[in-house]
């Protein structure tokens, strides 16, 4: 029988693709509005040729409108969740600007109880999740939360990211938070073999497209994982940290649903930032 959880999961689930769909109408219409909007200004640029247009017509965004022209920008289209789909497991930080690099290297460094755990983010394969991730490192979302899942058996990872797991020992609800907001994948590694190798920070989801959230993993050992996930970027130090709290196990929690447990070693993130490398 399904029980009132995952059946609470399947609605939260459908009103977030109901939800995404319908920004996406929203986006392809603004999108479209926009590049009417921009031919009729070019236009008038031609006929007028005159500098004071330019300025009244598209405001004062000509640092990032030049940087949109020149491909270094692209837009995030965040999806807000519905006011039914905010649990106390939600922490409400705001939203990533719209507009994020597609230039640049940046490092994450995860600083934790055991030590730093550092990643190489390349801005151009990550943009939106980079940028989220950046937004919430601003906003100390990660402070103090535990890295609550262990996998040691078939795929080999450690997930962090909850910003409710927090305190002494574990609640039903560890693994259940995140932002406000959910994003599309991106660089699915649709082409790798296997996808998932060992040194690889990629970010969790709930199986459903657009729904990845602050919840990332750590690939300590080769996972054949479906190609489903986005790669975030790749571990540069601390590798060692995880493979001790691996050794260490797990208490099983997981066991009968998605695989693994707590960490019986446990990781504490006290400190979450993205820098330019």
């Given at each position: ?16 693709e109901k ?5 996406a109408?929203?986006?392809?219409k603004r ?12 236009l008038l ?30 837009q995030c289209d ?5 006011e039914?789909?905010?649990t106390p497991?939600?922490?409400?930080v ?6 994020q ?26 943009p ?11 906003q ?54 296997p ?25 300590y050992?080769d ?14 130090g ?40």
């Amino acid at each position: 029988m399904t029980s009132t959880r995952e059946r609470q999961r399947a609605a939260a689930r459908a009103r977030l693709e109901k939800e995404m769909a319908e920004r996406a109408a929203r986006a392809r219409k603004r999108r479209q509005t926009q590049a009417v909007v921009g031919a009729g200004v070019v236009l008038l640029l031609v006929v007028a040729g005159t500098a004071w247009l330019a300025s009244n017509v598209l405001g004062d965004d000509s640092d990032t409108d030049s940087a949109a022209q020149d491909g270094n920008t692209v837009q995030c289209d965040w999806v807000e969740l519905a006011e039914g789909e905010r649990t106390p497991q939600v922490k409400d930080v705001g939203l990533p600007d719209t507009q994020q690099s597609l230039a640049g290297v940046q490092t994450m460094t995860i600083t934790t109880n055991l030590g730093p755990i550092t990643a190489r983010i390349d801005r151009s394969a990550v943009p939106c999740t980079a940028g989220s991730f950046t937004h919430l490192a601003e906003q100390n979302f990660f402070d103090n939360s535990k890295c609550h899942r262990l996998v040691t058996e078939g795929i080999k990872v450690l997930q962090c990211g909850d910003p409710s797991a927090t305190g002494d020992g574990w609640r039903d609800t560890d693994g259940t938070g995140g932002p406000s907001y959910r994003m599309a994948e991106e660089n699915l590694p649709t082409d790798k073999r296997p996808p998932y190798p060992a040194g690889v920070i990629a970010m969790a989801n709930s199986g459903q497209p657009s729904s990845s959230g602050s919840q990332f993993f750590i690939v300590y050992g080769d996972s054949p994982l479906d190609p489903n996930y986005t790669v975030l970027g790749t571990i540069t130090g601390g590798m060692d940290i995880v493979e001790d709290v691996a050794a260490a196990g797990d208490d099983g929690a997981f066991a009968e649903q998605a695989g693994g447990g707590h960490p019986k070693k446990e990781v504490v993130i006290t400190d979450l930032t993205m820098s330019d490398a």
